[in-house]
């Protein structure tokens, strides 16, 4: 019996080390499995991040917006020469003058309670002189002046849209020529004078030419929208000192 036992406990003990060696082998054994734990945090810490990370660029293309179109807002948009969007009147005098290759510009002071005066230059910068306009209000009807005798009224023209006007040219002076156009809406009594005064002091009937024809203040003037340019409240009747001084005054009908 006792040999059998023997004889078991010896094929037991084969595969173990010495007994000199089993210390060793067992701090072998330790390290390589502390290694392997090791290496395995390592690994699934690395393969957080890497989860992380397609998270994260998964939810910025999925969740923002993309790029948005480059925005037409800032371009630069080119005005009319000149700038007409937030003068009304000027819109009116803007178009004849632009196609003589003139530059209109109100100047300081350039506007009150029923008036407007504008500055013209030619293509080389030389002034030539000024426009100026004005309205009032004439509901019983105006007297439009007669050059021969200041104490008349004129008959005057009639347009197909109901305005009645009187146009006035005075160039006898070199120094001062004018071209002149009263004209007033029936319907209303509503009045503008529109005058162009060539550049004053020149010596010359040439370089003194009012910047506008007759004809092109009369167009301006006989315009059935010029006087709704004004504000409804706006009027140079008298007194109205601050009003620009016309060469053709205006008075109401006796």
């Known amino acids: 019996m006792s040999a059998?036992?023997?004889?078991?406990?010896?094929?037991?003990?084969?595969?173990?080390?010495?007994?000199?060696?089993?210390?060793?082998?067992?701090?072998?054994?330790?390290?390589?499995?502390?290694?392997?734990?090791?290496?395995?945090?390592?690994?699934?810490?690395?393969?957080?991040?890497?989860?992380?990370?397609?998270?994260?660029?998964?939810?910025?293309?999925?969740?923002?917006?993309?790029?948005?179109?480059?925005?037409?807002?800032?371009?630069?948009?080119?005005?009319?020469?000149?700038?007409?969007?937030?003068?009304?009147?000027?819109?009116?005098?803007?178009?004849?003058?632009?196609?003589?290759?003139?530059e209109i510009v109100p100047p300081e002071p350039a506007s009150g309670s029923g008036w407007r005066r504008y500055v013209v230059h030619d293509a080389a910068g030389a002034p030539r002189g000024l426009v100026e306009v004005v309205v009032f209000d004439a509901e019983a009807g105006i007297c439009l002046p007669v050059l021969a005798d200041p104490a008349a009224c004129a008959l005057p023209d009639r347009t197909g849209a109901g305005i009645e006007y009187a146009r006035y040219a005075d160039t006898g002076d070199v120094d001062w020529q004018v071209n002149q156009v009263i004209a007033r809406r029936v319907v209303d009594g509503r009045t503008v004078a529109v005058m162009a005064t060539g550049e004053r002091g020149t010596g010359s009937a040439e370089a003194g030419r009012p910047p506008l024809s007759i004809t092109e203040v009369e167009q301006v003037a006989t315009d059935p929208h010029l006087q709704d340019a004004f504000g409804v409240g706006e009027r140079c009747n008298r007194p109205a000192p601050a009003c620009p001084i016309l060469r053709f005054p205006v008075r109401p009908s006796d």
């Open 4 to 102: 059998l036992l023997t004889e078991v406990l010896q094929r037991a003990c084969e595969s173990e080390p010495p007994p000199g060696d089993a210390a060793a082998d067992i701090v072998a054994r330790s390290e390589r499995l502390r290694r392997r734990r090791a290496w395995g945090v390592v690994f699934a810490a690395v393969v957080v991040v890497v989860i992380v990370v397609l998270l994260g660029y998964a939810l910025t293309t999925v969740l923002l917006p993309g790029p948005k179109p480059p925005s037409t807002a800032a371009v630069p948009v080119p005005q009319p020469r000149p700038s007409s969007v937030l003068d009304p009147v000027l819109a009116r005098l803007a178009p004849l003058i632009d196609a003589k290759g003139y």
